[in-house]
């Protein structure tokens, strides 16, 4: 089988780390780079976090890349979360990588078209706002012909959005960005609040991911220990959601989910901006909108892959 070639472009983030944990530990992915964007942080402090997390993993052979300061054209918002900003030495420990010099946009463009021209087209990975991917494929836009595919998580369509009631963070944060990404003609397969809501990590869960043995899993269990998701009131039952990973749980079990083929849009402007639409009766549909997850499958994927990942760094 040969290996899926992945850029992961994410805004860490405490599911993001969970996301490039399980990237970087999966050897059906061949991880070309880390791309880091705002978005729950400022771009400093994901940077930072990626880097941790890297060293963290023993993976010092993947590169790490600054990307975009801000948003293309809206003010710049930050995660819900955003006093997380860099991890707590305590959490994940205070080793790091050097960030790459190349600008992660750049990254992106040249991969993209050595992807094109040696015919095996790229998977982006975006769990973060889309403002590297749309700077890519604005500056570039025969980049598009290296990217298989734009598997992203983000938008709302059915549930109500987090960050505000219409809109869901990653788009929100860069409404502009996902309009260009959306509109790229690359084929995009979206993961959206609808799907990555179904499946809530309980208290139990986070035990279990803490106690696999290695520090990347005891690192995941501390953040999501320390910044709990959970929420009665919204879900119905204990658990919070850990929404970047069902990107990259995709890629490797793509089983594990349903979608419905769709075209999407976005508000780019108005009091209802980041707010996402489909219309899943277009003859020429150009997505894939996730609908549905095998919550117990999934979670065990997760759990699994972060553990497996620990025994090869031990
Ligand atoms: C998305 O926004 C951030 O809170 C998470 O990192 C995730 O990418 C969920 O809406
Ligand atoms: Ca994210």
Redo the contacts with the bound molecule.
Sequence with gaps: MSRQRVILD???????AAAIFMALGAPEIDLLGITVVA??VPLGAGLENACRLVALAGRRDVPVLAGVERPLLRDQVY???AAIGAFSERLVGADSVTPASEHAVSFIVRQARAAARAGRPLTLCA??PLSNIAMALRLHPEVAEGIARVVC??GAFTALG??TPWA???IY?DPHAAQIVFGAGVPLVLFP?DV?MQALFTPADVVRIGATGGAPGRALAALMDEHDRSDMARYGRPGG?L??PMTIAWLLEPGLFAGRPATVGVQVGGATSGHTFADFNDDSPRATVMTDVDEPGYIALVTDRIAALEEETQ
Excluded at 10 to 16: E, H, L, Q, W
């Design positions: 994410t805004d860490p983030g405490v599911d993001d978005g729950n995660g819900r979360y769990i973060g998580m983000g987090h960050r869901e963070f990653n944060a609040l990555t959601p929404h970047d």
